[in-house]
């Protein structure tokens, strides 16, 4: 970890380090691109690709998005992305039935 000479740490060389690790973790993820341009969910059917679709515009700087991707360690969401995240979901529809399948979702199901 880098420290200024005072001993502090130098928060200046920690935002590029997680800049490099996020850059190579893009890099390093392989499989099928899920949600990765899709920002809108006009043709998902079901509840994975609406969560999918919902995550990338969510962390689009994330790269490819997968189902077992966890959204704390992997691509570096908070709690208050977590509670965003719910309100977005919980107002989007199905196309195939026109359901709202996370109508009530909460902070717990996540």
Do not use: Y
Request: charged letters at 20%; a negative charge.
């Amino acid at each position: 970890m880098s420290r200024l000479p005072s001993g502090k740490i130098n928060a200046k060389a920690l935002h590029e380090v997680s800049a490099r690790k996020a850059t190579g973790r893009m890099m390093a993820v392989s499989g099928t691109e899920v949600g990765t341009n899709k920002n809108t969910c006009e043709d998902c059917e079901d509840t994975v690709e609406i969560t999918l679709s919902t995550l990338a515009s969510l962390f689009p700087e994330s790269g490819v998005i997968k189902p077992q991707t966890d959204i704390f360690a992997d691509i570096g969401g908070h709690s208050v992305q977590v509670a965003e995240l719910v309100s977005l979901l919980r107002s989007k529809r199905s196309v195939a039935d026109g359901s709202t399948p996370f109508a009530a979702l909460g902070l717990a199901d996540l």
